[in-house]
């Protein structure tokens, strides 16, 4: 497993935006991109994973009903596939949704993306209903894990 350095960045952060755009164009190459370019929202929490001062992966959440958070925007470059990095990125989501009191964490992937699913499936998250913005889509698959509450 790669070592990893997981930072905060503001919405407008470059790398980021460097990152949101490989995974979109990567999608649209998949068949299942929106076209759409990134549109940074402030009332999203973003992460950046870095690797040897390079910034090669990017996840975010952001808060939906009380107690909820929606994982969203994981993206791994690929020559860093592999190496433990998505998982890394995961559970730094995970602990900041559950210190902001969001124990339940949801997400939303492609049904053409397997390696996605397998990652959500063996990290904790079984497949729920379609949830918001994704009911009715065809091409969604949504997730949820409850995690354990913290002691106070």
């Excluded at 992460?47 to 390079?54: K, Y």
């Excluded at 929606?70 to 998982?87: C, H, I």
């Excluded at 009191?101 to 499936?121: F, M, S, W």
Aim: proline share 5%.
């Amino acid at each position: 497993m790669t070592s990893v350095l997981i930072e905060s960045r503001p919405a407008l952060d470059p790398e980021l935006a460097a990152l949101v755009t490989a995974q979109q164009r990567e999608l649209a190459e998949a068949g299942a991109g929106t076209g759409k370019i990134f549109e940074p929202h402030d009332d999203v929490e973003y992460l950046i994973g870095v690797v040897n001062s390079r910034a090669v992966a990017c996840a975010a959440w952001q808060a939906l009903e009380e107690g909820v958070a929606e994982l969203l925007r994981m993206y791994v470059r690929p020559a860093f596939r592999g190496r433990g990095l998505a998982r890394q990125m995961i559970v730094a989501v995970e602990e900041e949704a559950l210190a902001m009191g969001r124990p339940v964490i949801r997400l939303e992937t492609g049904v053409y993306l397997p390696a996605a699913i397998a990652l959500y499936q063996s990290s904790g998250y079984r497949q729920i209903p379609a949830f918001g913005g994704y009911v009715g889509k065809s091409s969604s698959v949504c997730f949820e894990k409850k995690l354990p509450a913290l002691v106070q």
